[in-house]
């Protein structure tokens, strides 16, 4: 019994086309965003472009899963060395954040800056998720990652 289920080929077309249009789109923003000075608007047209790239990376998992993409074993080393590195940066990247958000005074730019904290608990515990489900085997992983895709969101 697997978790991800074979998608026809009309819905697979269709996420390459979107995939495809996603990098285009963000291909295309990227003029604007280097002729704009103000820095506001600057950072909200980085955020789209961003959100963008995401999208189509969320695209070509959903093609990569329906091709039913597994992890070798000699990925899991390659991949746990590389995990506990980026865990260690990510938990960095946290305290920094967590003392730097306990100093701003002003509101708007506190709340500003607990989404980049709230952003860094969400890829610490990704991270460490993975870092543990390394260990595991075949139907396992792939129902841990479904579970995380559809109940944490994408990073």
């Known amino acids: ?23 285009e789109t963000a291909e295309k923003l990227k003029p604007l965003y280097r002729s704009v000075q103000n820095p506001l608007v600057k950072h909200f047209l980085r955020r789209i472009i961003l959100d963008t790239k995401k999208h ?16 070798g074993g000699a990925d899991r080393k390659e991949m746990s060395g590389e995990l ?23 509101k708007s730019t506190r709340k500003i800056f ?9 890829h610490h515990k990704i991270l460490q998720d993975l870092f543990e489900i390394l260990a595991k085997e075949g139907e396992e992983w792939n129902r841990y990652l479904y579970d995380m895709f559809v109940g944490a969101g994408v990073p």
């Open 84 to 106: 506990a590195y980026h865990i260690g940066n990510e938990s960095r990247m946290l305290d920094n954040a967590a003392k730097i958000v306990h100093r701003l005074q002003d």
């Open 114 to 122: 607990e989404e980049i904290l709230n952003d860094e608990k969400r």
């Open 1 to 23: 019994m697997g978790v991800w289920k074979k998608l026809d080929d009309g819905t697979l077309e269709m996420l390459k086309e979107q995939k495809t249009f996603e990098d």
């Open 56 to 71: 189509s990376d969320t695209y070509q998992l959903l093609i990569n899963l329906n091709r039913r993409a597994v992890v």
